[in-house]
T-cell receptor, first 118, second 115 residues
Framework: GAVVSQHPSWVICKSGTSVKIECRSL??????MFWYRQFPKQSLMLMAT?????????EQGVEKDKFLINHASLTLSTLTVTSAHPEDSSFYIC??????????????FGEGSRLTVL | AQSVTQLGSHVSVSEGALVLLRCNYS??????LFWYVQYPNQGLQLLLK??????LVKGINGFEAEFKKSETSFHLTKPSAHMSDAAEYFC?????????????FGSGTRLSIRP
């Protein structure tokens, strides 16, 4: 199946710094990628939809200036957590959809990135 | 509004026993239904999906699920549990014909396997 890769898998940073997480589709082009946040023992919460070549669409309650999303190419989307604080510590997961398969199109998930802000 | 309910946040079965993870959904249009598995500190992996056609869907690792419209259910089963099945399982729904961005996940069920 299709492969989506995230980097880094783990990141620890100091409060106030910014952290960038990459999401790459390795063997297909993804015009749309999705970013989720997962708290311990909870389900995934959609943060935003990343669209190649245009602005991301954020879900209600997600701070656009805190979570910057860039989808500069058909195989790469990045999530930058700006001025990170301990409450931003979480597991962040991206997914990508095979183009042309709306709705039922299978979502392929990255391995996730665990962010710990000290 | 669409929703997904997974009954039981934690299920424990003995190795070799039947696995049954329950999922009920609410959707105003015919849904697309999914089961995903998540191992610790990893992303989600698709186990199986129902879109149209046969209501009994077979997935990877010996899992299967049956779409029952009358019961609005999509329970996940496996005849014989293996230690490697221990993981978190998520049921998900996309309202039919909607964008994948509308996928709604259940709260998850942690499956433990007793030796």
């Amino acid at each position: 199946g299709a492969v989506v890769s995230q980097h880094p898998s783990w990141v620890i940073c100091k409060s106030g710094t910014s952290v960038k997480i990459e999401c790459r589709s390795l063997d297909f082009q993804a015009t749309t990628m999705f970013w989720y946040r997962q708290f311990p023992k909870q389900s995934l919460m959609l943060m935003a939809t990343s669209n190649e070549g245009s602005k991301a669409t954020y879900e209600q309650g997600v701070e656009k200036d805190k979570f910057l999303i860039n989808h500069a190419s058909l195989t790469l989307s990045t999530l930058t957590v700006t001025s990170a604080h301990p409450e931003d510590s979480s597991f962040y997961i991206c997914s990508a959809r095979i183009p042309g398969l709306a709705g039922a199109g299978e979502l392929f998930f990255g391995e996730g990135s665990r962010l710990t802000v000290l | 509004a669409q929703s997904v309910t997974q009954l039981g946040s934690h299920v424990s079965v003995s190795e070799g026993a039947l696995v049954l993870l329950r999922c009920n959904y609410s959707s105003s249009v015919p849904p697309y239904l999914f089961w995903y598995v998540q191992y610790p500190n990893q992303g989600l992996q698709l186990l199986l999906k129902y879109t149209t056609g046969a209501t009994l869907v077979k997935g990877i690792n010996g899992f299967e699920a049956e779409f029952k419209k009358s019961e609005t259910s999509f329970h996940l089963t496996k005849p014989s549990a293996h230690m490697s099945d221990a993981a978190e399982y998520f049921c998900a729904v996309i309202p039919g014909y909607s964008s994948a961005s509308k996928i709604i996940f259940g709260s998850g069920t942690r499956l433990s396997i007793r030796p």
